[in-house]
């Protein structure tokens, strides 16, 4: 009995066990089972999310890449440059992104696991640098808030200048601080505070404050605005200051925020929204120079940079002044120039600028990148004007007019101008004398379109231009298209509706092969800056001077600048030979504009 027990209890052991391991395997496999699913249900998800957003890229792309093959050798408009300008099936731009987006996970999967350096698609390596504008831009934003963002790249031809390693990391040291210190955070709400409770002006009161600021306030119209913002924002750089502008209603849904998570927006409610009391910069440099000025600086200051018919000597380019001005935790900068070449007359500047941009004279295009997004208000306008009207062009020839005074300019006069300049310079073909559309001197470009961009308050332009290429043909056998999206008649101020047809008429031009823009024009300064093009400048007809010359940099032209040296007080009579970095402007003889060294 006591054998028997003893092998009837093994076996029950035995089948426990037995039963156990059923157990686990089937736990094993279910396990196995739910991974599986998973993985493939999260697979699939993400692939289908990346399908949208690739999509919405090849819709784009196919929006912006019609009849790329027929642009001809001038085209230069960027629809990818990685991608070959051959037409493309949905099915094989679908097939080349989901690549791309497998190599990806791939990446992603392999960094989970390890810390090997993956190999990743040159493709997408590619598609980020160009979306980002080669580290200009950071990654992180809400895609939805600012389209353009991720979709300029399809328009703008590639840009061959590329920003300093040095440049990225001050704007990435920049965004932090921003970030730390920008409206409503701790710091800024106690600083701000402190200047306004601050009666003394002593510099205990001064210490107590984390962060330095720079209030940016409008002068002029939207072109000026835009290049002096530009201009404060390098001030902001070279002096870690906090830069933040103050937008009217007049600008609302023209820009997207420049900053990850934070705004450049001073808000409404600040006591600092009409500083009405602030005591002038002007004021206290005559008081210092006078020695009048008291050991106690004011906590701060509203600095005019804007221009001056007699040209009073501010010395705001002299290294005492910015040593004063860098004890002020708050400045009121308003100025509608771009005083940029000033900061070259600086010498405690050097040294940062030189590292900042080897390339002197793409400052403005890389800066203006980085700050100016068109809304998604405006994003619409411009996608959808360029897709009805210039996609199908083989090249686009901006024409930004401005005629600053109709009684000493004539239309009809400027008229010539325009027509002498393009014809002359052959960016625009005559016609012939006939109204026989079929004809054409050279059958192979018959097809070959190009779209006259007109940027004017005034329709006569694109008018007269329609006249001239309707229902004729030219020597050239191009077909010539004239289009103008706005004709405001007159410029007006501190009107959103027009700001807004100002910034979409601005992007447009940025968006041509050719451009010609007119002297001392600040909105042509604005849209050659966008689109890295050197355009022809027309000149004033009134003036007994040439037509039209091609500009010899991306800079803007600073129009009212310093006129005296900063330790004798005398006259700046030949400022290429005192400053290496400056040249006398082209379009304003008055002018300051920067130039490289060995220019």
Known sequence: MYMASEILQILKDKKKAISMRLKMSFVVFVRALLIVIMVTLIYQNASFVQFEMFSEDIKMKGMVQKNITSRGPNATINVRQNITHEKVGVK?????????????????????????????????????????????LVSGFDQASCISRLQSHFYHKSSPHKPSPYLISKLRKYEEIHRKCGPNTRAYNRDMEIIVNSKNNNDSSRALTTCKYIIWVPAYGLGNQIISIVSSFLYALLTDRVMLVKFGKDKEGLFCEPFLNSTWLLPEKSPFWNARNVQSYQRTIDMELSNTLNEDLPL????????????????????????????????????????????FMTPIFQKELNKMFPEITSIFHHLVRYLFHPSNEAWKLITSFYQQHLAKANEIIGLQI????????????????????????????????????????????????????????????????????????????????????????????????????????????????????????????????????KPWILYNPAHDIEICEREFTLEPCYHSPPRHYCDSGDVIEDVASSFPNIRRCKDFRYGWKLVNSSA
């Open 92 to 136: 094989d731009e679908i097939d080349a992104k989901f690549k791309k987006f497998i190599g990806s996970k791939n990446i992603l999967l392999t960094n989970s696991t390890n810390n090997s350096t993956p190999t990743s698609s040159k493709g997408i390596i590619d598609d980020n640098e160009e979306k980002l504008l080669d580290g200009l």
């Open 402 to 533: 401005r005629v600053l005074n109709t009684e000493s300019t004539p239309h009809e006069l400027f008229m010539n101008r325009i027509l002498n300049c393009t014809l002359e310079n052959k960016l625009l073909p005559n016609v012939l004398d006939t109204k026989n559309t079929s004809m054409s001197s050279n059958g192979k470009n018959k097809t070959i379109i190009k779209a006259i961009l007109v940027a004017s308050l005034y329709s006569q332009y694109s008018e007269n231009l329609k006249m001239m290429y309707m229902n004729k043909s030219t020597v050239t056998g191009e077909i010539i298209e004239v289009y103008q999206p706005s004709s405001e008649k007159k410029q007006i101020f501190d009107d959103n509706k027009h700001n807004l047809k100002a910034w979409v008429d601005m992007y447009l031009l940025s968006l041509s092969d050719e451009l010609v823009t007119t002297y001392q024009s600040t909105f042509g300064y604005v849209a050659k800056g966008l689109g890295n093009s």
């Open 300 to 343: 701060a200051l509203h600095v005019d940079l804007r221009y001056s018919p007699s040209h009073d000597e501010r010395f705001f380019h002299c290294d005492h002044s910015q040593f004063l001005l860098s004890k002020i935790p708050l400045l009121f900068l308003e100025a509608g120039q771009y005083f940029v070449p000033s900061f």
